[in-house]
């Protein structure tokens, strides 16, 4: 009889344990803002400013000057890529993904549209859009009204979300204060960065999985189609499987993850942390249940794709916060789900007034307020 190999269970708890290490978030660590980017596996942006607080968050040592010289000297760049959404990602990393995304980015085009997809004439709608990019910088308003002059009867929402798509795009920073305007210019990827050999789409592919795992780990095969929208991603999981580990949840899922990626134990000391908008700790796996507890998704994941900034009582996401500004003064306002014990009241307040003086740098006074329980 063949022996049959135990495989290890891992409680929540200790994918919690094992998430935040990855994500930088047990300990503020000394990387660079580019070493925190490419570990992180990218960071969401839909707007600007999420990720500069982001790596705040996560660096012993970090000024908003700093991504902006990143981006300035086109070392970082800001992209349409997993799950259709805004993310910044080092302009290396950028150039060896972006092919093996261009599947999930076509599946959540396609999700995106429904029967309007097949109205589509791809291939001369993304050799119009392309030519479009190549002449010089503009914004996704100015190509839709193209479109809409070229083709007065045709779908030009549509074709514009295709472009978006399809044609490898990178928005262009500008002089504001978080690097990019609301309506932020579009470049094609190849004039903006030059051109680069990429990778073979198999090796790619492969390589995006295992980064995937350093960044999120431990995962199912969902978690990662999740966090890339890519569909098809359980044949590379089963060819690298001799290469992983594989580990249970208390659910029985097979997870896996690298065999030397850091896995603390269960009663590792998590700090507080306070989290950006659109944080990929909280977006970057199917069951979320690892950081969110049994906090409903609704209350931070919003309509018209909005999601609140967090914060993390040992380790668990605990409530939201905003900034309200006046012309004189800054207010952190911090909304727990339940009673917070004194101390982690304590802490939280101190880490909030640190990054109200990051956010709101020309506020003359920080003050904190910390509302009713909501939960």
Do not use: C
Request: charged letters at 25%; a positive charge.
């Amino acid at each position: 009889m063949a022996k049959t190999t135990a495989v290890r269970t891992i409680t929540l708890r200790e994918l919690n344990r094992a998430t935040l290490a990855r994500q930088m978030l047990v300990a503020r660590e000394n990387k660079t803002p580019l070493q925190a980017i490419e570990r992180l596996f990218g960071m969401q942006a839909q707007s600007p400013r999420p990720p500069f607080v982001g790596l705040w968050t996560r660096l012993a040592k970090f000024e908003r000057e700093d991504l902006l010289g990143l981006v300035e000297r086109r070392e970082v760049v800001r992209a349409t890529l997993m799950r259709v959404t805004i993310h910044l990602l080092s302009a290396k990393d950028y150039v060896r993904f972006r092919a093996a995304l261009q599947p999930a980015l076509t599946a959540g085009l396609r999700s995106a549209l429904g029967v309007r997809f097949a109205k589509l004439d791809m291939n001369p709608l993304l050799r119009e859009g392309r030519a479009f990019f190549a002449k010089e910088p503009a914004t996704f308003s100015e190509l839709r009204s193209a479109l809409v002059k070229a083709h007065p009867k045709a779908d030009d929402r549509a074709m514009q979300y295709a472009v978006r798509a399809q044609v490898p795009l990178v928005q262009v920073p500008s002089d504001a204060p978080w690097g990019w305007p609301g309506n932020a210019d579009f470049a094609l990827a190849e004039t903006w960065l030059g051109e680069h050999d990429a990778p073979k789409l198999g090796d790619a592919t492969r390589e995006l999985v295992l980064r995937y795992l350093a960044a999120f780990g431990p995962a199912t095969v969902r978690d990662a189609q999740a966090w890339s929208g890519h569909p098809g991603l359980a044949p590379v999981f089963e060819e690298l499987r001799p290469e992983l580990v594989v580990l249970h949840d208390e659910k029985r899922r097979e997870l896996f993850d690298l065999p030397k990626a850091p896995r603390p134990p269960a009663d590792v000391e998590v700090p507080v942390r306070l989290l950006p908008e659109f944080d990929n700790v909280l977006l970057a796996h199917a069951d979320r249940t690892r950081v969110l507890g049994d906090v409903p998704k609704s209350k931070i994941f919003l309509a018209a794709a909005r999601a609140l900034a967090t914060f993390l009582i040992d380790g668990m996401l605990a409530g939201t916060w905003r900034v309200e500004r006046t012309k004189t003064k800054a207010t952190v306002v911090l909304e727990p789900y339940r009673t917070l014990p004194k101390s982690a009241q304590r802490a939280l307040e101190e880490e909030a007034s640190r990054v109200g003086r990051f956010v709101e740098r020309g506020a003359g006074d920080v003050d904190v307020k910390v509302a009713k329980p909501s939960g």
